[in-house]
């Protein structure tokens, strides 16, 4: 027998929906009667059913608990996002906006995700949320109706500039003694037009993807600081350039994010870890 709960965290902006297991059948039937499925439970994450028995001197505690699958609110759109994509943890939310004749319109919300582990080896270590070294994806889920030419164009505006950026550090670098590394600073072209070869493969597949419409997911992951994934529906595209991870991750993680505030809750989720 199953029956489905929804749990109402003391956590701000999670809720748990819950499967509740089949319930041992020497309980009390009370206690065996199946949850209507609206039933609002205001306990802790991880529920329990006890029964306790004397057994001579002795008292068990039998327990059944619920498994819960968390979900992460973002305030302002309403949109949950998942607490975990895999070993990936919600670090936090927020939401992209546009003034439209001097009105701001919400695009789309956003979620943050990072291996906390891993993380928290590179935070220790002087680094920041956009620093490479860890697995990290962030979710973009759509509000209104965009027509994917539009959210191309307003996604590259953002990274190119910031490639040339990361190029420029790369290739300014000094050695140990302050001399500029030619050498260096060859690798690092070599690799800013590798980043825009593949900024725009990212855009044929964006272009492709035609109409996207309220509630359209887009992933956007980086395993390992080289990788970049995009994938939406079934749609997917895997390429090669730890310059462009870099660049469409500060987007929204560098001094200059497009969204302040959203930047500022993945921080603060971040130091939280």
Do not use: H
């Amino acid at each position: 027998m199953k029956s489905i709960a929804v749990v109402n965290s003391i956590v701000t902006n999670k809720k748990f929906v819950c499967k509740t297991l089949s319930l041992n059948s020497q309980l009390p039937l009370r206690s065996r009667r199946a949850k209507s499925p609206s039933t609002l439970l205001k306990r802790s994450e991880t529920l329990s059913l006890n029964k306790k028995e004397k057994n001579g001197n002795c008292l068990r505690q039998r327990c059944i608990r619920l498994n819960c699958a968390a979900a992460v609110t973002e305030p302002a759109t309403k949109v949950e996002f998942a607490e975990n994509i895999g070993e990936l943890i919600c670090l936090g939310t927020g939401v992209r906006t546009k003034k439209i004749a001097f009105v701001g319109v919400k695009v789309y919300a956003m979620a943050f995700y990072a291996n906390a582990g891993e993380m928290k080896e590179v935070l220790s270590s002087g680094g920041e949320i956009n620093s490479s070294g860890f697995d990290k994806a962030m979710c973009l889920q759509l509000v209104r109706d965009v027509d994917s030419k539009t959210f191309w164009e307003a996604l590259d505006t953002s990274v190119r500039p910031r490639i040339a950026e990361v190029a420029t550090n790369a290739a300014t670098k000094e050695n140990d003694d302050g001399d500029f590394m030619s050498d260096v600073a060859e690798a690092a072209e070599a690799a800013e037009e590798k980043a825009q070869e593949v900024l725009k493969a990212l855009g044929e597949f964006f272009l492709n993807q035609g109409k996207l419409t309220s509630g359209t997911q887009i992933l956007i992951r980086s395993p390992n600081s080289q990788t970049i994934q995009v994938s939406s529906g079934s749609s997917k595209i895997e390429e090669d350039s730890p310059e462009l991870v870099e660049a469409i991750f500060n987007v929204w993680l560098d001094s200059t994010a497009i969204e302040p505030e959203a930047k500022a809750a993945f921080v603060n989720g971040a130091n939280s870890l």
